[in-house]
């Protein structure tokens, strides 16, 4: 049985610093851009989140790719 998985959905997720709770935690933020074109590689992605971060007032933390697939069974 072979099984492959189709690509159908990316999101891009950008996690910034949100200050800190009354223990001195960092609280975290997270900004979720949906729908992003499942061809786009990681270095523009990565090149979007860095002038988006400069839009902000917080502090980037991390960016996140998340894709979505669907298993099938040929």
């Given amino acids: 049985m072979a099984v492959t998985a ?3 959905n990316s999101q891009l997720q950008l996690v910034f610093e949100n200050g ?3 223990k001195g935690n960092v609280k975290y933020r997270r900004k979720s851009f949906n729908n ?3 061809e786009a590689t ?3 992605l ?3 989140a860095v002038a ?3 839009l902000q007032e917080n502090l980037l933390s991390t960016i996140e790719r998340n894709d979505r697939s669907v298993l099938v069974d040929l």
């Fill in 20 to 22: 800190t709770d009354d």
């Fill in 42 to 44: 990681e270095e523009q």
């Fill in 46 to 48: 990565y090149n979007i």
């Fill in 6 to 8: 189709d690509m159908v």
């Fill in 52 to 54: 988006i971060e400069a």
């Fill in 36 to 38: 992003v074109k499942m």
